[in-house]
């Protein structure tokens, strides 16, 4: 299988790369080709894009096997006006550029799993969520929309395409599990908030499979929650936390505090939703950890 990835040296992008390399031939779309080179596996392809022009794109997805895009700068920081722009840059101009290279091809990739997030719901302590579930409002929620629609194209041309809504990713050498262990370490981790609103999280291993599951599966198309089948509330996510590190979960953060920090991103944080993988678990993917001790264990102790 030839499979092209955009973002592919981010925290998610690389392990991608790292578990299909051996298997299946790897391109990665790339504005520094030269990084790239060092923190990827050798026999994986590098080409060039300068965030304006097309360049080598066009012949890099003719007649690929699926196109996997990541493209966007984190979600995890206070939301200024000029941080909004941003992030609705970083994701809507490649997916756009995207679409206007598939456009010219002869034979267009056969699959695109286009990234979003499970933001786009709704965050409500008191809701359960699934693929169903219609958008919430706000920042978040219109962003993942807008980010949604803009590979929506593809479909015109005969690509098939999934969207990967995913949730809080738990795995080594990023993401937010990295932000949250220093003070858990050192004892003075705890809940955030009110600790009642829900954390759906997914382990790092399970987005690869997932994704490649995706890929796999000709019959399958649209939205699927990339989250673990058992959420949890903010507050067992602290104790569990604390018991696999062996430390006390007791110092509590409170709401103000994060909204000091983060300002309006502090809401995702503060109002998670409860987020279900139906559509995965329905089509048979079975998850390697559904629970989240296994998880954290795995992460914090291999």
């Known amino acids: 299988m030839q499979i092209v990835l955009v973002g592919g040296t981010g925290f998610i992008g690389r392990a991608m790369v790292q578990a299909w390399a051996q298997q299946h031939r790897v391109v990665v779309l790339t504005r520094e080709v030269a990084k ?8 994986v392809e590098c080409v060039s894009w300068d965030g304006q022009n097309l360049g080598e794109w066009v012949a890099a997805l003719e007649g690929a096997d699926g196109l996997v895009n990541l493209a966007g700068e984190p979600i995890a920081q206070r939301w200024t006006p000029a941080v909004k722009q941003r992030l609705r840059q970083s994701r809507l101009h490649p997916t756009r550029l995207l679409m206007e290279a598939i456009g010219q091809l002869r ?9 979003s997030a499970i933001g786009i719901y709704d ?3 008191t809701l359960e969520v699934d693929e169903s579930s219609p958008p919430g409002k706000g920042f978040l929620a219109e962003l993942c929309v807008e980010w949604e629609a803009a590979a929506r194209p593809a479909e015109s041309v005969g690509v098939r395409v999934c969207w990967m809504r995913i949730g809080i990713v738990l795995g080594h050498g990023g993401g937010a599990l990295e932000k949250m262990l220093p003070p858990f370490r050192m004892g003075l981790g705890g ?28 019959d399958l198309t649209g939205a699927f929650n990339f989250t673990a089948p058992h959420p949890v509330t903010m507050h067992e ?4 936390l604390a018991k696999v590190l062996g430390r006390p979960a007791l110092v509590r953060v409170p709401g103000f505090a994060l909204r000091l920090a983060l300002g309006e991103m502090a809401d995702s944080v503060l109002q998670g939703s409860r987020v279900l993988p139906r559509r995965l678990l329905q089509a048979g993917y079975t998850f390697r950890y559904p629970e989240l001790e296994t998880a954290l264990k795995e992460v914090l102790t291999a």
């Open 191 to 218: 809940p955030i908030g009110s600790g009642r609103q829900w954390l759906s999280w997914i382990h790092l291993d399970d987005v690869v499979g997932a994704a490649m599951f995706l890929l796999e599966r000709s």
């Open 123 to 125: 965050q409500n302590p």
């Open 107 to 115: 034979t267009p990739p056969a699959t695109l799993l286009q990234a």
């Open 237 to 240: 996510f602290a104790r569990t």
């Open 36 to 43: 790239a080179r060092q923190r990827l596996p050798n026999e």
